[in-house]
């Protein structure tokens, strides 16, 4: 399968095949030794557009370079670039078309990271593009979800919380629908539901799913909990947040009958949606799940620049 040059814009674009092999390519470069791996990326540079806050997605981005001898430019702070002089964001492109091997961009309009593409002839990686996608994640998420479980298909999956707004839980049940006997439960209050395109695609493929309100009517179901905060930035009205924020914090007594194959995962940051008492308990999952985005970037990384095939 030939990645070089192709863009990583939404797990849309992706068939089944396509996504497993990223899987696999990752466990080869986790399993890698350091050594080997640090010339897969010799002499590219990988720039780092982020218009949008971000710890994990910017910086696993960063050290998967590093790690594989390449290096990174770009910026974290529009104000310090010629954007605040009025300079378009095509313009800005361009120019990182000239500097780097593959752009790795967030952007806070849905949407943007697919005009990205549409402007430059090097890879774009979509770093998370508004409420829209964030396939990356969502390939460390798949990434977890098979290491912690063995398989993905047959599994019993819930995603709570922020699913209007977020687009981890939108790339994540987008790109499960792909996998076989897959049940998704859909846990939020009635004005943060899963959007009806994602749950039209879902019905179209004949997924189970079911959409709920109360945390205690699934977590004793699942194999995963994916647990998501509330976007309080992505509300056009802060009195609307106001409502719905602290709705959900999953604690220890939440845990009583739970599988004891359960995995707890979040893509982070948190807020208070999780109770720092379960960090310790064997269902936590998410700093592994974090952790695994440096081998799923490596891989990306090296998949669209020729380092591996
Ligand atoms: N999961 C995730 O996208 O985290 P950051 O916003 O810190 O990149």
């Known amino acids: ?107 806070n309009i849905e949407g943007s990271a697919r005009f990205a593409s549409e402007c430059v002839d090097i890879p774009i990686i979509n770093g998370g593009d508004g409420a829209n996608q964030h396939p990356t994640q969502t390939l460390l998420d798949l990434y977890s979800i098979k290491k912690n479980q063995g398989k993905i298909d047959g599994l019993s999956i819930a995603l709570a919380g922020d699913l209007k707004y977020g687009r981890t839980v939108h790339s994540l049940a987008c790109a499960l629908s792909l996998y076989k006997d897959i049940t998704l439960y859909f846990i939020s209050p009635e004005s943060l539901k899963m959007p009806d395109f994602i749950t039209e695609l879902l019905k179209e493929r004949n997924i189970n799913f079911f959409e709920c309100n109360e945390i205690n009517d699934v977590i004793d179901k699942v194999d995963i909990f994916y647990m998501t905060r509330i976007q309080g930035e992505r509300f056009p009205d802060k009195t609307e947040y106001e409502k ?55 891989a990306l990384l090296s998949l669209l620049t020729g380092g591996i095939k």
């Open 244 to 298: 719905v924020k602290g709705i959900y914090i999953l604690e220890k007594n939440n845990l009583i009958n739970v599988k004891e194959n359960l995995k707890i995962m979040h893509p982070l940051p948190r807020i208070d949606e999780i109770s720092k008492e379960i960090d310790n308990t064997p269902y936590a999952y998410y700093f592994e799940q974090a952790a695994n985005g440096i081998p799923v970037r490596q």
């Open 1 to 107: 399968m030939n990645f070089i040059g192709k863009d990583i814009i939404s797990v849309n674009d992706m068939l089944r095949n396509e996504i497993d092999f990223i899987l696999e390519k990752s466990e080869f470069i986790e399993n890698m030794p350091v050594l080997e791996k640090s010339n897969l990326l010799k002499g590219k540079i990988i720039a780092s557009l982020f218009f949008e806050p971000s710890t994990r997605t910017k910086d696993s981005f960063t050290t998967a370079c590093y790690r594989l001898g390449g290096s990174i430019t770009g910026f974290t702070d529009t104000s310090s670039t010629s954007l605040k002089k009025g300079e378009t964001l095509f313009d800005t492109l361009k120019m990182y078309e000239i500097y780097s091997d593959v752009i790795v961009m967030r952007h």
